[in-house]
């Protein structure tokens, strides 16, 4: 059972949130952005993978807790289409170079509708986070579990919030549900965090 460590989000990302989100209810909470760095800390990826990246905002969360838990993340990759904010890859990659000059962050743009395209990596932790709807997630549940590594996490985030981005979060539930009815007996750990918007944990054998 994960518990969630201290962690001043706004203190973290104040030079990169952008003015639009930085009043956010979302943005503000305690209960969410706190939840990403524990990840990072408690998992300590060497690689992660972020399906739906915007402004960069939870990868640099999970990094600086793998980096503060004493490993530095060796591979980064990110995936999003900017389709909420047009040039948020080129801003996000910018904040993540800032914030971690050392650290290999590549984005890739690109529409994951239909699935998460062939990358030649794996990775300890999975974070989705985009294209919430029914099929995608359940495709996007499939691939990553297959893109991890031996006792790879995957993280979905908006399990627990009714409405996100005017997508009712039963389709995540249903994915998810539809994905663990043949994936459960083999998973290693199974949790769900009841935090701002819900996050389901799954971790591979
Ligand atoms: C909730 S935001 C991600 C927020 C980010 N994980 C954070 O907390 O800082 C969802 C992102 O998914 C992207 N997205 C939505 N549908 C997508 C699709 N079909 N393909 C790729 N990206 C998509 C959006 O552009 C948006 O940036």
Same mark, same amino acid.
């Given at each position: 059972?994960?518990?969630?460590?201290?962690?001043?989000?706004?203190?973290?990302?104040?030079?990169?949130?952008?003015?639009?989100?930085?009043?956010?209810?979302?943005?503000?909470?305690?209960?969410?952005y706190?939840?990403y760095y524990?990840?990072?800390?408690?998992?300590?990826?060497?690689?992660?993978?972020?399906?739906?990246?915007?402004?960069?905002?939870?990868?640099?969360c999970?990094?600086?807790?793998?980096?503060?838990?004493?490993?530095?993340?060796?591979?980064?990759?990110?995936?999003?289409?900017?389709?909420?904010?047009?040039?948020?890859?080129?801003? !996000?990659? %910018?904040?993540?170079?800032?914030?971690?000059?050392?650290?290999?962050? *590549?984005?890739?743009?690109? #529409?994951?509708? /239909? @699935?998460?395209?062939?990358?030649?990596?794996?990775?300890?932790?999975?974070?989705?986070?985009?294209?919430?709807?029914?099929?995608?997630?359940?495709?996007?549940?499939?691939?990553?579990?297959?893109?991890?590594?031996?006792?790879?996490?995957?993280?979905?985030?908006?399990?627990?919030?009714?409405?996100?981005?005017?997508?009712?979060?039963?389709?995540?539930?249903? !994915?998810? %549900?539809?994905?663990?009815?043949?994936?459960?007996?083999?998973?290693? *750990?199974?949790?769900?965090? #009841?935090?701002? /918007? @819900?996050?389901?944990?799954?971790?591979?054998?």
């Amino acid at each position: 059972m994960i518990s969630k460590l201290e962690f001043d989000h706004k203190e973290f990302l104040k030079d990169i949130v952008i003015e639009e989100d930085a009043n956010k209810e979302w943005y503000l909470s305690d209960d969410y952005y706190a939840w990403y760095y524990t990840y990072g800390f408690t998992i300590k990826p060497k690689s992660i993978f972020e399906v739906g990246v915007r402004y960069g905002y939870s990868m640099a969360c999970i990094i600086k807790g793998s980096v503060d838990a004493g490993v530095a993340p060796e591979l980064v990759i990110g995936i999003d289409n900017e389709e909420d904010h047009g040039g948020s890859n080129t801003a !996000a990659l %910018q904040s993540l170079n800032s914030l971690f000059p050392e650290i290999n962050v *590549q984005l890739i743009t690109k #529409n994951v509708y /239909r @699935g998460l395209p062939k990358i030649d990596h794996r990775f300890d932790l999975i974070h989705i986070d985009a294209a919430h709807h029914v099929y995608p997630t359940i495709h996007h549940l499939d691939q990553a579990y297959r893109m991890l590594n031996p006792g790879g996490y995957i993280v979905i985030d908006d399990m627990g919030s009714k409405i996100t981005y005017g997508i009712s979060s039963d389709t995540c539930h249903k !994915a998810v %549900q539809d994905f663990l009815l043949y994936r459960f007996r083999e998973c290693k *750990q199974y949790t769900y965090i #009841n935090n701002f /918007r @819900g996050h389901v944990i799954l971790q591979v054998p």
